[in-house]
C-alpha cells in the first residue's frame, strides 16, 4: 500500500530564505507526482505536477523535483514571502487516485 | 481547461439531519470521480470511489450506510452524509480524472465542501 510523508510537519521561517520541502512515497510505481497549496478552511491549488518520466518543474519561485528510484521529491520555494504561508501537501497517483501526505504547515514571517 | 465544481462549499446542519454533497465536472464526462475527507490538521484520505452506472467502491473503515454516494449520471456525483453526527464535521473534497487525458497528467479537484454538525 502507498504511503506519503511528508517532512518538517511545521516550518516558520523569515521572510526571504529559501526553504526546501520534503515529499517522501514507499512505492515507486507512480503515474504523477503533485504539490499542492492548501489555505486555511480552504480547497486545493495545485502548484506543480510532475510527470513519472520529468525530474523537475518549474513555475515561477517554485521547482520540484522527482527522484522515483528513490522515492522522494523536494519543493524548493525561492525567496520566501508572507503570502506563501499556508499548508503544502505533496500527492502521488497511484492508479486513478491521489494518496496525500500529511502535509507542511509553513509560516513565513514578516 | 477541465473545471470541477463543488456544491455547497459550506454548510452547516442539526445533528441526525442529513447532508448532500454534490460534485459536477463541467466540461467533460466523469465515469469515476474520488471522494476525500480531511481531518483537522490531517491529510485528506480517500473515502469511496464514485463510479456511474454501479455501486461506489469504499475504503476500509468507511460506512456506506452512512456516507451513500450515487453517480447519478457522467457529470454528477453526490455524497450524502446520513444522520450526521458532530463527528462527521469535516473538510469534504471531491476529484475527478478527465478520461480523455493521460493518467499521468493532472487531475481535477472540486472546492470543497466544510461540513459542521451541530
Known amino acids: 500500500k502507498q504511503e506519503v510523508t511528508q517532512i518538517p510537519a511545521a516550518l516558520s521561517v523569515p521572510e526571504g530564505e529559501n526553504l526546501v520541502l520534503n515529499c517522501s512515497f514507499t512505492d515507486s510505481a507512480i503515474y504523477n507526482l503533485q504539490w499542492f497549496r492548501q489555505d486555511p478552511g480552504k480547497g486545493l491549488t495545485s502548484l506543480l505536477l510532475?510527470?513519472?518520466?520529468?525530474r523537475e518543474q518549474t513555475s515561477g519561485r517554485l521547482n520540484a523535483s522527482l527522484d522515483k528510484s528513490s522515492g522522494r521529491s523536494t519543493l524548493y520555494i525561492a525567496a520566501s514571502q508572507p503570502g506563501d504561508s499556508a499548508t503544502y501537501l505533496c500527492a502521488v497517483v497511484d492508479g486513478q487516485n491521489f494518496v496525500f501526505g500529511p502535509g507542511t504547515r509553513l509560516s513565513v514571517l514578516p | 481547461g477541465a473545471v470541477v465544481s463543488q456544491h455547497p462549499s459550506r454548510v452547516i446542519c442539526k445533528s441526525g439531519t442529513s447532508v448532500k454533497i454534490e460534485c459536477r465536472s463541467l466540461?467533460?464526462?466523469?465515469?469515476?470521480m474520488f471522494w476525500y475527507r480531511q481531518f483537522p490538521k490531517k491529510s485528506l484520505m480517500l473515502m469511496a470511489t464514485?463510479?456511474?452506472?454501479?455501486?461506489?467502491?469504499?475504503e476500509q473503515g468507511v460506512e456506506k450506510d452512512k456516507f451513500l454516494i450515487n453517480h447519478a449520471s457522467l457529470t454528477l456525483s453526490t455524497l450524502t452524509v446520513t444522520s450526521a453526527h458532530p463527528e462527521d464535521s469535516s473538510f469534504y473534497i471531491c476529484?475527478?480524472?478527465?478520461?480523455?487525458?493521460?493518467?499521468?497528467?493532472?487531475?481535477?479537484f472540486g472546492q470543497g465542501t466544510r461540513l459542521t454538525v451541530v
Open positions: 476529484s475527478a480524472p478527465d478520461p480523455h487525458r493521460a493518467m499521468n497528467t493532472e487531475a481535477f
Open positions: 464514485s463510479n456511474e452506472g454501479s455501486k461506489a467502491t469504499y
Open positions: 510532475i510527470q513519472s518520466s520529468q
Open positions: 466540461d467533460f464526462q466523469a465515469t469515476t
